[in-house]
């Protein structure tokens, strides 16, 4: 084993976010899967230890750390929206195995990878799931179907709203992750929060380690179902943003 992985244990408890021995060794597995599965398919850039031990697996621990505390224990419904190779869903399963966890992706090499990597890893409980978020959205079974939607920064907040709000149900919450521009985004996001029933809780400005970066986070609540005419089609919440 890599010796960035103890170091990673350290640093996440630093984040305020214990990581076991067996938790450890499996973002170890699934680093090793990542790298050997990128040699083949574009699955991420950051392919380094300690690279990706930062900018992938500690960055999304950081998501656990605004999570109200009654629902780390719980075996909630996550979906990741945009989850590309896995993150942040991955490394929040392996964290929390006991949740029941979709992976959505529009990539089918991707959504093949995750499927690979959830199974080498054990987490029984969670799938990917390839299609487009503003159609599975609509789908019965997915909307409103989720106590927790996580993002990260794959679209400016707005659209990013549409295609993830769907598919929390009322009372569930999303978390979205962005970086420095996530202020300028949210001062835009009031009318897609409006629209979509979303409700901002809380708000964190916190800084990766090894000055790898700021993040900002934003927990908002869903307060009632998913109007009928949203998500609108494939790539329209993208052309014409509601801001």
Same mark, same amino acid.
């Given at each position: 084993?890599?010796?960035?992985w103890?170091?990673?244990?350290?640093?996440a408890?630093?984040?305020?976010?214990?990581?076991?021995d067996?938790?450890?060794?499996?973002f170890?597995?699934?680093?090793?899967l990542?790298?050997?599965a990128?040699k083949?398919?574009?699955?991420t850039?950051?392919?380094?230890?300690r690279?990706a031990a930062?900018?992938h697996?500690l960055d999304?621990?950081?998501f656990l750390?605004?999570?109200?505390a009654e629902l780390?224990?719980?075996?909630?419904k996550?979906?990741?929206?945009?989850a590309?190779?896995g993150?942040?869903?991955i490394p929040?399963?392996?964290?929390?195995?006991?949740? @029941?966890?979709?992976l959505?992706?529009?990539?089918?090499k991707k959504v093949?990878f995750?499927?690979?990597a959830? $199974?080498?890893l &054990?987490l029984?409980?969670s799938? +990917?799931?390839?299609g487009?978020? $503003?159609?599975? +959205?609509?789908?019965?079974? @997915?909307?409103?179907?989720?106590?927790?939607?996580?993002?990260?920064?794959?679209?400016?907040?707005?659209e990013?709203?549409e295609?993830?709000?769907?598919f929390v149900?009322p009372? !569930?919450?999303?978390l979205v992750?962005k !970086?420095a521009?996530?202020?300028?985004?949210l001062?835009s996001a009031g009318?897609a929060?409006k629209?979509?029933? !979303?409700?901002?809780?809380?708000q964190a400005?916190?800084?990766?380690?090894d &000055?790898?970066? $700021?993040?900002?986070?934003y927990?908002i609540?869903?307060h009632d179902r998913?109007p009928a005419?949203?998500?609108?089609k494939?790539g329209i919440?993208h052309?014409?943003?509601?801001?």
């Open positions: 084993m890599s010796d960035i103890p170091w990673f244990q350290q640093a408890a630093e984040l305020g976010v214990p990581v076991t067996a938790q450890r060794d499996a170890a597995r699934y680093h090793e990542l790298v050997e990128n083949v398919t574009n699955l850039r950051i392919v380094d230890d690279d930062v900018k697996y999304s621990m950081l750390g605004q999570l109200p780390h224990e719980r075996p909630l996550l979906v990741d929206v945009g590309g190779a993150i942040p869903g929040l399963l392996i964290m929390r195995p006991h949740w @029941h966890g979709l959505v992706d529009s990539v089918g093949q995750m499927n690979e959830l $199974e080498a &054990g029984s409980n799938r +990917a799931l390839h487009r978020a $503003e159609e599975l +959205a609509r789908e019965p079974g @997915h909307r409103d179907g989720y106590d927790l939607g996580v993002a990260r920064a794959v679209a400016a907040l707005p990013l709203l295609l993830c709000l769907p149900k009372g !569930g919450i999303l992750s !970086g521009k996530g202020a300028e985004e001062a009318p929060l629209a979509l029933h !979303g409700r901002l809780r809380s400005h916190l800084a990766l380690p &000055g790898a970066g $700021e993040r900002n986070l927990v609540d869903k998913t005419g949203y998500p609108r494939p919440p052309r014409k943003p509601l801001c």
